[in-house]
């Protein structure tokens, strides 16, 4: 790696950081005990499968792709930063960037997946950003399928021949909404309406994440573009195995 790259990702790196002691004072996912025990043990319980080939795949890149390891701890770096930078929501819960659509992109759903867990569990022990009881409900929907969708949309876009900058957009900025689509329908389980049940609450929900979720979303897709638009001018080594770009690699 040339001289220029490493200054370029130190760089990046301090930056990340420096945002990342942003203070918030409402910052968290869903917080500690305010979902049922039952909800609580579902949501993990149905992250299990993604972890699971998540754990089993980053072991892999990073065995066969040594220059992967800055690239993938750039990516949780990132995960952590935006994910810690909160505005107050729905009672109970948060809008903030989740970052994933960045790890979804480069090295499939599944390790984006063990990504979310590793730094939701970080944030609850160490920032009290959500909780340990809501970790499960948490990783299911923000770092299970928010990448699903975020990869998704990316490769159905690339096969489509659309520009790549568009792509990578749309990918993060709605992978970060379906983070809040799965959120508000999380709440809504746990906590239905009176009036309308589960429907209503999820109408309610919804509607007031979308308030704050939708330019927090667009923000997300921006900053996505421009973080991967960097690497590729002055870390394009970290991109490549047996000279492909990982970028383009089938997950």
């Known amino acids: 790696m040339s001289q220029k790259t490493k200054k370029c990702l130190i760089l990046s790196y301090v930056f990340l950081l420096a945002l990342s002691v942003a203070p918030m004072a409402y910052a968290m996912h869903i ?8 909800w609580c043990i579902a949501w993990a319980v149905l992250c299990i499968p993604s972890l699971f080939i ?22 949780g770096a990132f995960t952590f930063v935006l994910s810690a930078l909160k505005v107050p929501s729905v009672t109970g819960s948060s809008s903030h960037m989740t ?30 950003h959500g909780g340990l ?43 970060d909404l379906a983070t809040y689509v799965i959120t508000s329908i999380q709440l809504a389980l746990a906590h ?13 929900f919804s509607t007031i994440f979308a308030v704050t979720q939708v330019p927090l979303a667009i923000i997300e897709g921006i900053l996505t573009v421009v973080l991967i638009n960097v690497i590729m001018n002055y870390g394009k080594d970290m991109f490549t195995e047996h000279g492909k770009e990982l970028i383009l690699h089938e997950q």
Do not use: C, D, H
């Open 31 to 38: 917080m500690e005990g305010f979902l049922p025990a039952q």
């Open 54 to 75: 998540g754990f089993r795949k980053a072991s892999s890149v990073l065995a066969k792709e040594q220059q992967s390891i800055m690239l993938l701890a750039m990516a």
């Open 99 to 128: 970052g994933l659509g960045f790890a979804a992109i480069l090295f499939g759903p599944s390790v984006a997946a063990v990504l979310g867990l590793i730094v939701l569990l970080f944030q609850a022990l160490l920032l009290a």
């Open 133 to 175: 009881t809501t970790l499960g409900a948490n990783t299911f929907s923000m770092g299970v399928v928010g990448p699903l969708v975020a990869y998704g949309i990316y490769k159905g876009l690339s096969k489509g021949k659309v520009n790549k900058k568009i792509a990578i957009f749309f990918a993060a900025a709605l992978g």
């Open 192 to 204: 239905p309406s009176p009036q309308g049940g589960v429907l209503a609450s999820f109408t309610k």
